[in-house]
């Protein structure tokens, strides 16, 4: 195994599963072994506390006139429930089929240290770095950056830069290099229905009181309309319509066709708006997701109950120009409006983070292109994306930069998912990508 399997290794074993409060010392350890590496490679580096999970910074000596290039990256991961479907220990990584199994292996731990060891590879080779490099990486992405912001606004002078480069977004196929525009926003809340104060036997009371699962079901019906459309009043007032040059470019995109999603997602069928295949429907269009849902009895055989009460976990995926807050909003205002009667609702408002959309045909990006040929050998293609990594427009909005999405993750890497992987041959590609970018962006 290559030394720099072995450092991703070493750092895929701690599990730092940011949600989970019985896991903030491994997300610390995780953040001081980072701290660690960077100082091997003589990058002034500092562990920043947070209410929460620290922050981690590191640069190189930085020269006026030089450019200055954010890395941004986070060393949190997902919890790997339902453990039972795993292959092998989520935090023991293995290799086979040319891939590493673990989590966090694609999102964002292979993808983020591979920009690392293309930094130490250039230091190594040449002595020193052709940009003012700042590495920036955090511990809690993955439940909404919530002490991001604050710590941007707080270390503005430090984190000052003339673009950002992040590789924690999609790669479209193998060997196909990938520039991602834009990521949707995002808004997530959850819902309590109340009924009975208690369950009930629901031979004695079912059909003399209103049943919160029942309630539950419609009121989560009411969120769509039959078509597919999100039947919230106002839901689509600002969302911008795709540009022409993008659905036809997109149109040209391998991995991405209708029959692509089917066979990735092994599902029945493909359903959302109508007017708009698959990539449209993820990458540029809003959307309603219902991400859990509980009521009643769920173990084995039947169990007549009437349930005290339903829960649901709901989030919505977020285009420009929506605004979070106001989708947020009028989410609480069609919940309370739909919600049957006979239950009590509490709307528990949840995290959020804007979209983000930018030009890939601007300096910055034709940059970006060209060090994804370089270090490819292929042409790249041009992409937004479904998912969200909620601090992106803010560092628009607060430090003026705009980010290059270099993602390495395939559509079967799992993410989120038991068995997540990440083809060495990705993070190889990673480590020569971070070199080229880097000479690119010196120019
Ligand atoms: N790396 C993902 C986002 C991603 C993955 C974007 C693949 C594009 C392609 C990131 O870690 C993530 O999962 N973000 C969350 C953010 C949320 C918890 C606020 C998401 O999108 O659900
Ligand atoms: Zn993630």
Redesign the pocket.
Known sequence: MTAELNTLFEFLRFPSVSTDSAHSGDVRACAEWLVNQLRKMNLTVDLHETPKHPVVVAKNTHVAGRRTVMIYG?YDV?PVDPLELWNSDPFEPVIHDGKIWARGA???KGQMLAHVLGVEKTLREVGELPVNLTFLFEGE?????PHLAPFLLHHYDDLRCDVVAIS???MVAPGVPTL?YG??G?T?CEVVLRGPKRDLHSGLFGGAVANPASAMARLVASLHALDGRVAIDGFYDHVRDLALWEREMWQHIPGVSDADFLAVTGSHGLFGEPGYSSSERTWARPTAEVNGLTSGYQGEGSKTVLPAEARVKL?F?LVPDQSPKEILAKVQNHLEWHCPPGVELEFIAG???KPYLTDPHSPFGIAAQQALRTSFQAEPVLIR??????IVQTFHDILGADSL?L?L?LSDAQ??APNENFPVENFEAGIRLNQALLAELAK
């Open positions: 986070h997902q694609t999102d964002n992405e993955e439940i909404g950056s924690d977004t999609g991602g990521l949707r995002i997530c989030s995926r995290h959020d983070g994306e479904g998912g969200s990594i909620p999405l993602g993750a993410i989120h």
